[in-house]
């Protein structure tokens, strides 16, 4: 059983930076993966970026090579680096933690950019 609070949300200028956080209230080490979504209004929760246990990661082509996710497993927390946001990075950002037969989300944070 895990909870995930994101943070870090806001209101950027495009081209600006940003950085999300997701802490989780057990340990991420004993997750499968954790994973950065995102809902813009009226669309589809696509998939930003995700790290495996391993360390692996991957990202969605239209963040690929702006953003970065990254873990502190001592602190039990997932980041995002958002560079180089556009309007078009605008919407709520999810928190995710895949463990065997279940996925935990949180609530999400906003990222607004304006043009």
């Known amino acids: 059983q895990v909870q995930l609070v994101e943070s870090g949300g806001g209101l950027v200028q495009a081209g600006g930076s940003l950085r999300v956080s997701c802490a989780a209230s057990?340990?991420?080490?004993?997750?499968?993966?954790m994973g950065w979504y995102r809902q813009a209004p009226g669309k589809q929760r696509e998939l930003v970026a995700s790290?495996?246990?391993?360390?692996?990661?991957n990202y969605a082509d239209s963040v690929k090579g702006r953003f970065t996710i990254s873990r502190d497993n001592a602190k039990n927390t997932v980041y995002l680096q958002m560079n180089s946001l556009k309007p078009e990075d605008t919407a709520v950002y999810y928190c995710a933690a895949g463990l065997v037969g279940s996925v935990y989300w949180g609530r999400g944070t906003q990222v607004t950019v304006s043009s």
């Open positions: 790290i495996t246990r391993g360390g692996s990661t």
């Open positions: 057990g340990s991420i080490v004993s997750t499968h993966y």
